[in-house]
């Protein structure tokens, strides 16, 4: 008898190696056994077994709608087409946060709407799509279509980004090469054709290019070009972090002025990004634009899984009583009206066995947040503590927000936050001018704990890392003398990364204990209890863990440190700061007093029980 491994199996089956391994040791694979430590399964059962066993595969990173709908679990999203072409609109930009389908569903219009020498009306035949009539059936495989993606231009220099996007354009000439040979194109036409596929175009020469091959394009097959940008803002994020943003805003201008403005070889354009660009005047007097961000209800359902769409993922996969946990870390989100689940998280979920983790923080650079937590005023910082605290926070949401904005517009870091996926919207008020009032809130357990990630490893209170695994270790095991002890090491450590006291100093510190404690703490400050109002409480969550209460002094010189920390410590006593604590049956509660001069610090504690 033959038998073959578990990777082999997988493969068959188009499932992942644990769960094979799980259906090998629970006997659900008949004949398989173990080889030493591995699992091998007969070839003759495993090939009857697989007609009525096999899944089909999870797209974990397909991108590409033809492999997507032949080879694995596809969630239809081609209802899409339908509400576009009943509304026509000639430039579409749609706004989603990272790995919610972007990619996908361009890559699905491209293959509908592109004109080539196949039937490519077998993609849709069995999608929703095609149901819908004779009138949308017309459409398909009518235009010719120009593609690009500039979801990988990232670098740290101008140079090397527009060598990155002459590449990208000289590749989608090359792909319409057979437009040399055409008798309807002008020798000036061909001329410039080849020397963008030779990748000898300058910047103001390549800044024609979408424009020209649209002509080309339209002459050759004599229906308008659809003009397709996927990631259009990917290059601008790079710039704006690396410190060429305006040339490439000053490229991408020109580039897609020329592509989309009054091209009348222009059908379509369909444009994907996190960030909306009307301020950035890339699309400057433009009439025929539409932007469709995450506020607005058409679209809504089509970037990121429905609950309905969640649900049939789950059933279909043999996971359904995993629903109340898969919603916990990866719901959350709403666009418009519909909530909406993140798509890549949900189906790394299931093929890791529904082990829940983060998957998302790690598909790409959270530098954003660093951005934002660096420049932000105390008042931003504050609101970040209630957001790690589970609070809402009600603001100002400007979706037309730029880059720039971050540290001339301080207020703007909510308005970034949500476009890109770390905030959802809880309750929204629409504005006269277009903008909205909302109550935005962190949407599920997953962001949390990039929230908690990142501002450990960027905030600016200087503690080390071992410090906060260390205090996170002490909580769990309700070793109250060991947590005491980290805590004064934290305070030492913050303290001493300053040269004087300040207001970002007491807010960056905050930020520091909230994302280390705040699973198991309430945090306050400037709050009033007793007879005073205390500098820093952290309140227990259960009544296990002791409360801590923190009083902070300062003065110009280092002497006499020792007296000032005693002079807090008394503060707290005799102001009875524990009291509110102790009404909420807090008994056990370590107060600790402060005093720094410069990066001088003095700690003292004492226990009340």
């Known amino acids: 008898m033959e038998y073959i491994s578990v990777a082999k199996a997988a493969e068959l089956l188009g499932i992942s190696e644990r769960r094979i391994q799980q259906m090998c040791k629970k006997g659900e694979i008949p004949g398989a056994k173990k080889d030493g430590k591995r699992w091998i399964i007969p070839e003759n059962t495993m090939q009857v077994f697989s007609v009525s066993t096999a899944k089909k595969r999870l797209p974990i990173g397909i991108s590409d709608y033809r492999n997507a709908v032949t080879n694995y679990y596809y969630v239809d999203k081609t209802l899409l087409i339908r509400d576009f072409l009943d509304k026509r609109i000639q430039v579409s930009l749609f706004t989603r946060p990272r790995r919610f389908g972007k990619t996908l569903t361009m890559d699905m219009l491209r293959v509908f709407f592109e004109k080539t020498n196949e039937d490519t009306s077998v993609f849709f035949k069995d999608q929703a799509i095609w149901n819908c009539g004779r009138v949308y059936q017309k459409e398909q495989g009518k235009y010719p279509v120009i593609y690009l993606s500039f979801k990988d231009v990232k670098y740290d220099n101008w140079d090397n980004a527009f060598q990155n996007m002459t590449s990208l354009i000289s590749t989608e000439f090359d792909r319409h090469r057979y437009l040399l040979d055409s008798t309807v194109c002008s020798d000036a036409e061909k001329r410039y054709f080849q020397k963008v596929i030779d990748k000898a175009a300058d910047e103001v020469e390549l800044a024609e290019s979408l424009k020209t091959l649209s002509r080309m394009l339209t002459a050759y097959h004599g229906v308008a070009a659809i003009i397709m940008v996927d990631e259009y803002d990917t290059p601008i994020q790079e710039g704006f972090l690396a410190g060429y943003y305006d040339k490439v805003i000053g490229f991408i201008r020109n580039l897609f002025s020329g592509?989309?403005?009054?091209?009348?070889?222009?059908?379509?354009?369909?444009?994907?990004?996190?960030?909306?660009?009307?301020?950035?005047?890339?699309?400057?007097?433009?009439?025929?634009?539409?932007?469709?961000?995450?506020?607005?209800?058409?679209?809504?359902?089509?970037?990121?899984?429905?609950?309905?769409?969640?649900?049939?993922?789950?059933?279909?996969?043999?996971?359904?009583?995993?629903?109340?946990?898969?919603?916990?870390?990866?719901?959350?989100?709403?666009?418009?009206?519909?909530?909406?689940?993140?798509?890549?998280?949900?189906?790394?979920?299931?093929?890791?066995?529904?082990?829940?983790?983060?998957?998302?923080?790690?598909?790409?650079?959270?530098?954003?947040?660093?951005?934002?937590?660096?420049?932000?005023?105390?008042?931003?910082?504050?609101?970040?503590?209630?957001?790690?605290?589970?609070?809402?926070?009600?603001?100002?949401?400007?979706?037309?927000?730029?880059?720039?904005?971050?540290?001339?517009?301080?207020?703007?870091?909510?308005?970034?936050?949500?476009?890109?996926g770390y905030l959802k919207i809880s309750q929204i008020h629409p504005q006269s001018d277009g903008n909205f009032m909302c109550k935005v809130a962190i949407p599920n357990k997953e962001?949390?704990?990039?929230?908690?990630?990142?501002?450990?490893?960027?905030?600016?209170?200087?503690?080390?890392?071992?410090?906060?695994?260390?205090?996170?270790?002490?909580?769990?095991?309700?070793?109250?003398?060991?947590?005491?002890?980290?805590?004064?090491?934290?305070?030492?450590?913050?303290?001493?990364?300053?040269?004087?006291?300040?207001?970002?100093?007491?807010?960056?510190?905050?930020?520091?204990?909230?994302?280390?404690?705040?699973?198991?703490?309430?945090?306050?400050?400037?709050?009033?209890?007793?007879?005073?109002?205390?500098?820093?409480?952290?309140?227990?969550?259960?009544?296990?863990?002791?409360?801590?209460?923190?009083?902070?002094?300062?003065?110009?010189?280092?002497?006499?440190?020792?007296?000032?920390?005693?002079?807090?410590?008394?503060?707290?006593?005799?102001?009875?700061?524990?009291?509110?604590?102790?009404?909420?049956?807090?008994?056990?509660?370590?107060?600790?007093?402060?005093?720094?001069?410069?990066?001088q610090v003095v700690v003292v504690s004492e226990n009340d029980e």
């Open 259 to 420: 592509a989309f403005k009054d091209n009348s070889n222009l059908s379509f354009g369909f444009l994907t990004g996190i960030l909306r660009v009307a301020k950035e005047s890339i699309f400057s007097g433009m009439n025929n634009l539409k932007v469709y961000s995450i506020t607005d209800e058409l679209y809504s359902g089509y970037f990121g899984f429905t609950e309905a769409e969640v649900r049939q993922i789950l059933d279909y996969y043999g996971f359904s009583g995993k629903f109340d946990e898969l919603r916990m870390w990866y719901d959350g989100y709403r666009f418009g009206k519909t909530d909406i689940y993140n798509p890549w998280s949900v189906i790394n979920y299931i093929d890791d066995n529904c082990h829940a983790k983060a998957f998302w923080q790690s598909t790409g650079s959270n530098d954003i947040i660093g951005e934002i937590i660096s420049c932000a005023t105390p008042d931003i910082m504050e609101n970040l503590v209630k957001l790690l605290q589970g609070d809402a926070v009600t603001t100002f949401i400007d979706t037309s927000v730029i880059y720039p904005e971050i540290k001339t517009k301080p207020s703007s870091v909510y308005s970034f936050l949500l476009t890109t």
């Open 447 to 599: 962001i949390f704990l990039v929230y908690e990630k990142e501002i450990i490893s960027r905030n600016p209170s200087g503690f080390s890392e071992s410090s906060a695994i260390g205090i996170q270790e002490a909580i769990y095991q309700k070793d109250i003398a060991k947590l005491q002890k980290l805590l004064e090491k934290f305070m030492v450590e913050s303290i001493s990364f300053f040269d004087a006291a300040n207001e970002a100093f007491y807010h960056g510190l905050m930020m520091g204990l909230c994302a280390i404690v705040n699973n198991r703490y309430y945090l306050r400050s400037n709050c009033e209890s007793g007879f005073g109002r205390l500098d820093i409480q952290l309140e227990p969550r259960t009544k296990e863990l002791p409360g801590f209460i923190f009083e902070l002094k300062t003065q110009k010189d280092d002497y006499g440190l020792d007296s000032l920390a005693e002079r807090a410590l008394r503060q707290i006593n005799e102001k009875q700061y524990e009291m509110e604590m102790k009404s909420r049956g807090i008994d056990k509660i370590v107060k600790i007093g402060v005093a720094f001069s410069g990066k």
